[in-house]
Structure formats: C-alpha cells, structure tokens
C-alpha cells in the first residue's frame, strides 16, 4: 500500500508520520511506500524506509497532478493555511485552501479517467464550519454557515469531497477536528493557544497566561486522538458513511475551569499556581464565537473515539510527550 | 439605478423582467438602466425603454469583468445549467454553474477594489442543496447535503456568497427556490415537469401525463411567487439578515392529489378527466428523493411570501396565463 500525506511537516502530520513510523500495520496492510508532502521538506523518523518527501506548494501548476501520477492507495490531505492567515489574505487563502483542495480532487479525477482508480481521501476539516448562533449542542445535520474565509474553504472542500465520492471518483471521509489540546511545543499566538499553554506550561515548570474566564467552554481532543481519526478513517469500511462524508469528530467538552482542576489533581496546586490570570478581552471576543459543544453521534457510532475527562488529556501529553513524567 | 439581470432569457427571468416593464418602480428607485444577459440573445419587452442586452457566457475568459465594469447597483445572478445537464456533463457543471458565479463574485471584488463599490447581488439557489433523509419538515438550520452536482455548485455559490458579504465585497443574498408550478409553455422532459403539466394542460382542454401516485408530496411556488421573492430581495434592508444570507423561501407542501382536488374546484371534473395516469417507476423513484416540506420561518418573517393553496396556484397561472379565462 501506498500512502501519501499532504501536510506532513505540520503538527498532526508529523504525529501522524510517528505512528505509522511506530506501527507499520496501524492501517492494517502492509505500508509498501510512504511518501510525504509539505511546502517545506517534512522531517523523516529514522524508523522508516521506503520513503520519500517532496516539499512542493499543492496550489503551484502542475503539483497537483504530479503527486497524483504515483497512484497512492490512500492520500491525507492536511495541508492549509491557517484560520488567521486565510483571514488576513483573501486569494492566498482561497489559492490554497480551495484551489488547491480542488486541484487535488481534479488530478485524481483525471488520472481515474486513464485507469481505474479511486484512493481513500481523507481530509482535515474543521468545526470552522460552523458560525453563530449555536445550540447548546451543535448536531450531526446542524448547517454550515462559518464567520471566517477559512471556515468558508473548508466547507467547499466538504462539499467537493462529498460529490467527488458519490460520483465516485475517489473514496473521501471529511475529518472535523476539535481543537487539538494539549498541543506540544511553544506558545503560539492563535487566539485559542491558551487551552493548551496553561496545561503545557505549568507542567513543565513554566508560566502561562489565562485571558478568558473559567467558565468558558471548549471542544477539545488529544493529539493522539486526532492521528487516532487520521488512522481510522483510513481503515474503515466507507459502505457504512453513506453520501454524508463529513464527519464531526467527537470530543470533550469542558470548561477551562475543568483544566484547571484536572492539572491540579495530576500535578498539584503549585503547578496551578503558575497560571497567571490575565484577562484579554480581545482574545475574551473571538472565543465567544466559537462551538463549545456537539453531539457527535455519527462518528462515534462509526467508531471514532475521544477523550472523556481533561485528566486523560493531561495524562496523554504526559505520556507522549514528557516521556511518562513531570 | 441600474439593474443587470444574468440569466434574463430563462423563464423566471422573462418573468421579472415583464415586471420591470409593468411596474417601473417595483424596486423602489427608479432604474434608469436595465441590462439584460443570457447566453443567447434576451427578448426585450416594448414597454422598456434604456435597456440593453447581451449574448454572453459568463464562464468565459473576460466575461464577468465586463459584466461589472458598467457598476450595476443591483445585479440578479439567475444564469445556470440545469440539473439534469450539470449531472451528466461534470465539467460543463462546475465551470458554469460554480466557476462561472465565482468569477462574477470576483469581478465585482475586483471592481471594488478600483473604486468603492459594493452592488446588491441576488443569487438564485435551490433545495437541491438538500438530500435525503430529511426531516419531515426541512427547518432554516438543516444542513446541506446535495445528492446531485447541481446542488453541491449551488451549495458552494451559496458559501462564497455568505464569504464575500461578510468581507463587504457585495451585498448579497440567496434565494432558495421551491418547484415553480405552474410553469408556463410546452411539456417538457424534466422529472418535476408533471406538477405542472397535470394543471396546465387540462386547464387548456389538453390531455397531461400522471406518472405518480396522489400521495406523493412536494414544495410549490407560483411563478409570480417568484418574481416577488426576487423583488423583494432587491429591496429589503439586508442589516435585518445577518451573516447568514442564503434563504429557503417559503412555499406550499402539497400532494398531487391536492392539485388535482384544486384542479376539479375551478375546472370541473371534465378537465380533471384529462389526466391520464401512468405510474413511470423511474419518475417515481427520483421524486421520492426530493424534498416534501419546508419550515421557512426565516425567510416569511423577512416579509417573502408565497401561495397557501393550490386553488391560488391555478387562479395565478389563469390571470397571467390564460387572460383570466379558461
């Protein structure tokens, strides 16, 4: 089996590529080629061989088709450009994250049309699909009617895909993802880093600033919970999706109120102590705005599973990435 | 003002244009420039005066630009391959019915870009951008999952239309539209075509087809219906709408059997006496896909209206049909 993933130097990516780098049978055939794709060249674990990397911008002429020419049984589509950054400029956002979407669906569509073929497509949405006002637990058939340009790509893409499949031309699963806490490295400056930077840091010794209340509500998965979809969505049996591909995943709803306590039960009141409260009402604004809950029916009877408490979440990151301790 | 009508020599297009013709100030201002497009040449009713028409295919290299570069205030995007056709010819679909509009939205992105302009853009959307299951009845928040291409270009028409108001590019707004019945003229081959044909023709002492069952449910709106849905979008205050601007319109749910009983009260049981019955199982089939019932609660309390029983339906199609008489 071939496997392909676009966006392989990002965050998920990379964990993606570790877990097939640790489990060669996690898609349960045999990995025969694995060739990863990403705007800049994507690290390689020592772990894997048959493998290739490619840095190559899918929205350029001609990308597009030339991935597609290796015929990969299964291709991760995870490449984007971020919420903020489709926001800030309007073509390179929709160059990108549509144009190049579609320019991927297309080459597959063509190469099909020579020979028979239709890979798995597995591609990364978001719940930036979804736009205010909310019910308090968004649903399975709740509309698509996102406030950012970035939602607004994503939903076509969700669109395409769903066409694409029922039409046959590939075999597509849209992955809504939750936001993904806690997310390993630095401090970032994405409004919604802080549900990930006043876990992270504590437990590594450091600050962290808090700029909403404690009362404010989020939905959240782990990392290994999103390569966890990503693997899932390539092994399972597409007969029992049906026409609606687009899947939002499951999840843990909770307060920050709740994060806090659960990394006081895991690493104490000192570690608690380190958050410093900083009250931003900017960031307060743009958090406001955001799902706080779904009921995510569809993907966890297709079996798609996730975190149930923040105590998980943290004991994940421990594992994952502090090598078992703090 | 000036107002452009894509799309004007299709059949709700001729309609709103008479409307113009009849009512000069259906729009509130006076349209001191009225400029008509369809891919063949527009018929121009007498009454009109300042009006100028053109051949032109809006997916074509340059078109849109043109299009736009005479700054109309109030632009009707109604231009589109039908259904059918867009499912049957994949590329011919896409590059109409969805490049073709988003080259329009980026012309008039463009343009602004010069100089301030930010026109009305009224899109005429269908409830093909649903698919089954549904709901018995389909409320504002159902989500979009078209089982036709048609539907899935309509479905992303819409999304960009919501994008580009929310940046302010255009002030637009999509239009949902139920089954038009009576639609005027010849039988012709479409699948719906029968919700029409049972009236139409027995209403002009002519025979018509029956290919379903009585109990088959569907969603009507009178020609008329539409043409006001139309006006109304042009003038209404769109700070009432918010960001989400795409519109179920409102309609009739109603069985065959209600326009046949509806058809016995205004024309006698003579004229009823001219359907003939013959169940087609493949008509049957695709019918039994569409949707049956609607809550357009949104869209009624924006002040669109529609007919409440099919006794209106025919009366409408007899006033502005038939003369008044039948």
């Known amino acids: 089996m071939h496997v392909m993933i676009i966006g392989a130097a990002g965050m998920i990516g990379r964990k993606l590529v570790d877990k097939l780098a640790a489990e060669p049978d996690a898609l349960a055939y045999e990995i025969a080629k694995l060739t990863l794709v990403d705007v800049i060249e994507p690290p390689v674990p020592a772990a894997l061989s048959a493998i290739s990397t490619l840095a190559l911008d899918l929205s350029s002429e001609g990308s597009a088709e030339r991935l597609v020419s290796s015929r990969p049984d299964v291709i991760y589509h995870l490449a984007a450009i971020v919420s903020g950054e489709a926001e800030a400029d309007f073509d390179k956002g929709y160059s990108v994250n549509l144009d190049g979407t579609r320019a991927l669906f297309e080459a597959i569509r063509r190469e099909g049309q020579r020979e028979r073929y ?12 979804f736009g205010q006002p909310f019910p308090e637990k968004i649903g399975d058939e709740f509309f698509a009617t996102p406030l950012t340009s970035y939602g607004t790509q994503k939903a076509i893409c969700e669109l395409l895909l769903a066409d694409y499949s029922r039409r046959g031309f590939f075999d597509g699963i849209g992955i809504r993802l939750p936001t993904i806490c806690i997310r390993p490295g630095k401090p970032n400056k994405a409004a919604s880093g802080f549900f990930s930077n006043i876990l992270r840091e504590p437990l590594a010794g450091q600050e962290a600033i808090l ?11 782990s990392p290994r919970s999103a390569v966890g979809f990503f693997i899932h969505a390539a092994r399972m049996d597409t007969g029992r999706i049906g026409p609606r591909r687009n899947l939002t995943m499951p999840g843990l709803s909770a307060l920050v109120g709740e994060e806090v306590e659960a990394l006081k039960r895991i690493a104490g009141p000192k570690a608690v102590g380190l958050i410093r409260r900083e009250p931003d009402p900017v960031i307060g604004a743009i958090v406001a705005g955001w799902p706080t809950n779904f009921d995510a029916r569809r993907a966890r009877e297709l079996g798609f599973t996730a975190e149930s408490s923040f105590d998980e979440i943290i004991r994940i990151h421990i594992e994952d990435e502090l090598g078992g301790k703090i």
Chains 1, 2 share one sequence.
């Open 118 to 129: 239709a890979p798995r497509l597995i591609f990364a949405s978001s719940i930036a699909v």
């Open 211 to 221: 700029p909403v209340d404690e009362n404010v509500r989020h939905w959240f998965a």
